[in-house]
Antibody
Framework: DVQLLESGGGLVQPGGSLRLSCAASGFTFSTYGMSWVRQAPGKGLEWVSGISGSGDGTYYAVSVRGRFIISRDNSKNTHYLQMNSLRAEDTAIYYC????????????????????WGQGTLVTVSS | EIVLTQSPGTLSLSPGERATLSCRASQSVSSRYLAWYQQKPGQAPRLLIYGASSRATGIPDRFSGSGSGTDFTLSISRLEPEDFAVYYCQHYGNSPETFGQGTKVEIK
């Protein structure tokens, strides 16, 4: 079975940093693009970032570009989201998600639906 | 960026009734790149439909998707107690992926 397990969330002050991790199992990790999607308290879903299977393509929402960095270590079946210069509006549950059928995340483009999701990790940015 | 508008915001129905949820795009999109998700309180979203009408693995056939151009629909033929949740549509034909604001299906 596919499993995605996030970790690394917590409380951080504005301007601070956090690194989220997503450990994957149950599929050939290196052949799939992965993504982060967040959900602010009581709000809808917002795509944050995506990375190709090999890691040579990385993509960001405008709201986080220049502050967040997505990466992956295929030897560990894990991908990461380094979040810097955090703001109150970054407060959300962060889900890692696997790209599904009909998706295309490569060096030149990245888009897709999400067929498996982790349980989410809460990031709270507050003083 | 394509904006998705879902309606209604809340749908109040009884178990056994049919639910019809709408997702309208701000410009014409390919039906290849339209998905629907279900989210229950405290849980991650679950993929129901991709490519506008293809059911994801394990999704019961009471869920169906249709539409083209700017107008898409998720139908639930007979609501089961476990179907009361929030539903989101998503467009993914280009970056960034965008989601609708959600429709809550609640018990009447």
């Amino acid at each position: 079975d596919v499993q995605l397990l996030e970790s690394g969330g917590g409380l951080v002050q504005p301007g601070g940093s956090l690194r989220l991790s997503c450990a994957a199992s149950g599929f050939t990790f290196s052949t799939y693009g992965m993504s982060w999607v967040r959900q602010a308290p009581g709000k809808g879903l917002e795509w944050v970032s995506g990375i190709s299977g090999s890691g040579d393509g990385t993509y960001y929402a405008v709201s986080v570009r220049g502050r967040f960095i997505i990466s992956r270590d295929n030897s560990k079946n894990t991908h990461y989201l380094q979040m810097n210069s955090l703001r109150a509006e970054d407060t959300a549950i962060y889900y890692c998600a696997k790209f599904g059928i009909g998706s295309d995340c490569s060096r030149s483009r990245c888009y897709g639906n999400f067929d498996y999701w982790g349980q989410g990790t809460l990031v709270t940015v507050s003083s | 960026e394509i904006v998705l508008t879902q309606s209604p915001g809340t749908l109040s129905l009884s178990p056994g009734e049919r639910a019809t949820l709408s997702c309208r795009a701000s410009q014409s999109v390919s039906s290849r790149y339209l998905a629907w998700y279900q989210q229950k309180p405290g849980q991650a979203p679950r993929l129901l439909i991709y490519g506008a009408s293809s059911r994801a693995t394990g999704i019961p056939d009471r869920f169906s998707g249709s539409g083209s151009g700017t107008d898409f629909t998720l139908s639930i033929s007979r609501l089961e107690p476990e179907d009361f949740a929030v539903y989101y549509c998503q467009h993914y034909g280009n970056s960034p992926e965008t989601f609708g604001q959600g429709t809550k299906v609640e018990i009447k």
